[in-house]
C-alpha cells in the first residue's frame, strides 16, 4: 500500500471536522425547532412537593413562542448543580424534556433506559427566559394554594 500524502491526510481530518461540525449545528437548529413548534409544555418538580402535581404551563403554540422569545441554544459545559424543574415540551406524540436551573438549559436527547444512563445536551439558560418561568411558577403555585385553602374550608 502506497504511503497517502500529508495533504490528502489534512483534507481528511478537515472534511472530518466539518461534517462533524454540520451534524452538531444541524441537531441544535432541529432542537429548538421543535420547541418552537411544541403545542404544549408542561413543568414537572424532580422532589416530590406532594401538592404540586405536573403542571401544563403553557397550553398552546401562541405562548409557547411567547415563553422562548429569541430564545438560542448556547452551548456550555455541564455544571455539577441540583435541578428541582423539568419543562416537557410536548409537539403531538413526540415530547422532550429539558432539565433547568437558574443558569442552565439542559436537554434530554435520549432518556435513560435498560440500565443505559441518559443523554443530555448542556446549553445556557438565558435570564430572560429563566424569569419568565418563575414568573409563571409563581402564578400557579398561588393559584394552587388558593385552591387548597378553599378545598380545606368544607
Ligand atoms: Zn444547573
Partial sequence: ??????????????????????????????????????????????VSRASIPNKTLLENNEQVRKFLGDFKLVSKEACKCAHMDMLIFHKGKESLMVSICD?????????????????????KMPDKLYQRFKAFQ?????????????????
Fill in 1 to 46: 500500500m502506497k504511503k497517502m500524502p500529508f495533504t490528502t491526510l489534512l483534507i481528511v481530518a478537515l472534511l472530518i471536522g466539518v461534517i462533524t461540525l454540520l451534524v452538531f449545528s444541524n441537531q441544535k437548529r432541529s432542537l429548538l425547532k421543535f420547541m418552537q413548534e411544541a403545542d404544549t409544555i408542561q413543568y414537572k418538580c424532580s
Fill in 103 to 123: 443558569h442552565c438549559f439542559d436537554i434530554i436527547v435520549t432518556p435513560a433506559q435498560n440500565g443505559q444512563h441518559s443523554v443530555v445536551e448542556h446549553y
Fill in 138 to 154: 409563581v402564578d400557579w403555585e398561588s393559584q394552587q394554594q388558593n385552591a387548597d385553602n378553599n378545598s380545606t374550608n368544607f
